[in-house]
């Protein structure tokens, strides 16, 4: 008997417990680790709950996210937010690892630096802008330090995907191709619909093609078809990215790095853009929570459907949840059952599925939750599991 897509999906978010699921999980302000899986079911972030999962498929994790909750500058009177990281790493983890201990960093010191300590100023799409910029010209220059010692550092990236809440505004910055999306509650329609915020950088998007034609006009071949598959130069999907210097600085495009990565010809202006596409928009009560996740969810699950899970089902382990429904997605497209799929192991797991990191938000319109001191910080990185509360500025 075949089964409604929708009811395929949300079904298992009924059931008493999670497959993986440990007594108190939901508690563990470090989140916690299960084989392949990490997870943090439920925590509290300044305007509201939250809730994170990541499943591993490659060797080396290359997906890393993180939530900072709390103070989002050095300055102790700073706006208080939560800013919320995806980080969707391609050739290797470097560049992915980078980024989650960089540009939440680079962030609190460009408010700072730019607005004064009695200036009451909130989060803008300026500093957002420029807070990644500082972080891909480290990262340039990390390159450049280790080229001769580890040149294949020069071929690793990593999709960028940001959003900041602030002052009931909310701020998305994309560099890439994860993606965010809204759940809005349609009073008239009485459903919750799901709202795309981010804009996406992947060459198989009519869009983005002629944006790198425009940008190149010269170089007919900025945009090749390979294998069925749009790729600038033939070598990459996306347009925009953290790293990958061997396509933004010519002095890297040469040995030692490995051939297949080389252009026959030398380039003199970048070829990807490491500036996201910025979205800012004001929050309100209808706007219920924010999904955030790489690109191995979307490949398997629509907006809508993810949006009907967790509008569905409980708080309490909801990133897991929208996890385990791509995973059961993405066995069904091979003919395979989930629980055979659950028993392979990483590396071979990337055949049926990418790494996948989600990070859910809830928007609940009350006060800054009271256990946020200003000055205070919360801050939790997937995977690495680690959790703090601190009272100083420089947290």
Same mark, same amino acid.
């Given at each position: 008997?075949?089964?409604?897509?929708?009811? $395929?999906?949300? =079904?298992?978010?009924?059931?008493? %417990?999670?497959?993986?699921? *440990?007594?108190?999980? @939901?508690?563990?302000?470090?989140? $916690?680790?299960?084989?392949?899986?990490?997870?943090?079911?439920?925590?509290?972030?300044?305007?509201?709950?939250?809730?994170?999962?990541?499943?591993?498929?490659?060797?080396?994790?290359?997906?890393?996210?993180?939530?900072?909750?709390? %103070?989002?500058?050095? *300055?102790?009177? @700073?706006?208080?937010?939560?800013?919320?990281?995806?980080?969707? @790493?391609?050739?290797?983890?470097?560049?992915?690892?980078?980024?989650?201990?960089?540009?939440?960093?680079?962030?609190?010191?460009?408010?700072?630096?730019?607005?004064?300590?009695?200036?009451?100023?909130?989060?803008?799409?300026?500093?957002?802008?420029?807070?990644?910029?500082?972080?891909?010209?480290?990262?340039?220059?990390?390159?450049?330090?280790?080229?001769?010692?580890?040149?294949?550092?020069?071929?690793?990236?990593?999709?960028? +995907?940001? @959003?900041?809440?602030?002052?009931?505004?909310?701020?998305?910055?994309?560099?890439?191709?994860?993606?965010?999306?809204?759940?809005?509650?349609?009073?008239?329609?009485?459903?919750?619909?799901?709202?795309?915020?981010? =804009?996406?950088?992947?060459?198989?998007?009519? =869009?983005?093609?002629?944006?790198? *034609?425009?940008?190149?006009?010269?170089?007919?071949?900025?945009?090749?078809?390979?294998?069925?598959?749009? $790729?600038?130069?033939?070598?990459?999907?996306?347009?925009?990215?953290?790293?990958?210097?061997?396509?933004?600085?010519?002095?890297?495009?040469?040995?030692?790095?490995?051939?297949?990565?080389?252009?026959?010809?030398?380039?003199?202006?970048?070829?990807?853009?490491?500036?996201?596409?910025?979205?800012?928009?004001? +929050?309100?009560?209808?706007?219920?929570?924010?999904?955030?996740?790489?690109?191995?969810?979307?490949?398997?699950?629509?907006?809508?459907?993810?949006?009907?899970?967790?509008?569905?089902?409980? $708080?309490?382990?909801?990133?897991?949840?929208?996890?385990?429904?791509?995973?059961?997605?993405?066995?069904?497209?091979?003919?395979?059952?989930?629980?055979?799929?659950?028993?392979?192991?990483?590396?071979?797991?990337?055949?049926?599925?990418?790494?996948?990191?989600?990070?859910?938000?809830?928007?609940?319109? *009350?006060?800054?939750?009271? %256990?946020? =001191?200003?000055?205070?910080?919360?801050?939790?990185?997937?995977?690495?599991?680690?959790?703090?509360?601190?009272?100083?500025?420089?947290?």
């Amino acid at each position: 008997m075949v089964t409604n897509t929708f009811m $395929r999906i949300v =079904s298992p978010c009924w059931k008493p %417990s999670v497959e993986g699921e *440990h007594s108190g999980g @939901g508690n563990d302000a470090y989140g $916690r680790a299960d084989g392949l899986f990490w997870y943090k079911d439920l925590g509290q972030h300044v305007a509201g709950e939250f809730s994170m999962a990541v499943i591993q498929a490659n060797n080396l994790l290359e997906d890393q996210s993180q939530l900072e909750s709390g %103070s989002l500058s050095l *300055h102790d009177s @700073g706006p208080q937010g939560t800013f919320v990281g995806v980080y969707d @790493g391609h050739g290797g983890p470097e560049a992915a690892r980078f980024v989650n201990e960089r540009l939440f960093e680079n962030l609190k010191t460009i408010h700072a630096a730019e607005f004064t300590a009695d200036s009451h100023q909130g989060m803008s799409a300026d500093v957002i802008n420029k807070a990644f910029l500082a972080t891909e010209e480290e990262f340039l220059s990390l390159v450049r330090r280790q080229w001769q010692s580890k040149p294949q550092i020069a071929s690793v990236g990593s999709c960028c +995907l940001v @959003g900041v809440i602030c002052g009931g505004q909310l701020y998305i910055a994309n560099a890439g191709d994860s993606r965010v999306v809204l759940g809005r509650l349609e009073k008239t329609m009485r459903e919750v619909k799901a709202i795309q915020l981010s =804009s996406e950088h992947n060459a198989s998007f009519e =869009s983005v093609r002629e944006e790198l *034609h425009s940008s190149h006009p010269d170089d007919p071949q900025i945009v090749v078809l390979k294998r069925n598959v749009w $790729r600038v130069k033939g070598l990459i999907q996306i347009s925009r990215s953290i790293g990958d210097a061997y396509l933004k600085r010519c002095e890297f495009n040469q040995e030692p790095l490995l051939p297949k990565f080389r252009l026959s010809k030398p380039f003199h202006k970048p070829i990807l853009k490491a500036e996201p596409s910025i979205a800012v928009q004001k +929050l309100h009560p209808e706007d219920q929570f924010l999904i955030f996740a790489s690109d191995g969810l979307w490949e398997h699950l629509s907006n809508q459907e993810a949006v009907d899970i967790v509008n569905s089902c409980p $708080r309490n382990g909801i990133a897991r949840k929208l996890v385990k429904a791509a995973l059961q997605e993405a066995a069904k497209k091979r003919e395979m059952r989930y629980s055979d799929l659950k028993k392979i192991d990483r590396g071979v797991r990337r055949h049926f599925h990418d790494d996948i990191t989600v990070v859910v938000v809830y928007l609940d319109f *009350h006060p800054v939750n009271r %256990s946020f =001191s200003r000055g205070s910080l919360l801050s939790i990185k997937g995977f690495a599991g680690v959790t703090s509360t601190s009272n100083s500025k420089h947290s």
